[in-house]
């Protein structure tokens, strides 16, 4: 059975940097694109970045493009995210998922959460000014 486990979450001033990981167990991460979402309080569960299969290419929100970077270890069977210049309005719970289709962004809705087979538990991230 797939199970996603994110970790790396804390409470940091803004400015500061966090890099959250995502161990899978039960599948392979280089065999799947996988994204990070997250869901502020209050609010619903939104894209934040894509990788595709042998990371060649990342997709991103626009609300942390240049600020965060997806990246995986096939190795380690682990996917990160790396947060710098983090912002009050980046605080949220942060979530890992896996797709096993591995189509380009451009003609397929990356951010629909319909078209995501795993999901973590997600990970706080708290942003404080």
């Known amino acids: 059975q797939a199970q996603l486990v994110e970790s790396g979450g804390g409470m940091v001033q803004a400015g500061d940097s966090l890099r959250l990981s995502c161990a899978a167990s039960?599948?392979?991460?280089?065999?799947?694109?996988m994204a990070w979402f997250r869901r502020a309080p209050g609010k619903e569960r939104e894209f934040v970045a894509r990788?595709?299969?042998?990371?060649?290419?990342?997709y991103y929100s626009d609300s942390v493009k240049g600020r965060f970077t997806i990246s995986r270890d096939n190795a380690k069977n682990t996917v990160y995210l790396a947060m710098n210049s983090l912002r009050p309005e980046d605080t949220a719970v942060y979530y890992c998922?896996?797709?096993?289709?591995?189509?380009?962004?451009?003609?397929?809705?990356?951010?629909?959460?319909?078209?995501?087979?795993?999901w973590g538990q997600g990970t706080q991230v708290t942003v404080s000014s």
């Open positions: 039960g599948i392979s991460v280089g065999d799947y694109a």
């Open positions: 990788l595709r299969w042998l990371g060649v290419r990342a």
């Open positions: 998922a896996a797709d096993q289709n591995n189509y380009d962004c451009s003609a397929y809705d990356c951010s629909s959460e319909v078209n995501y087979d795993y």
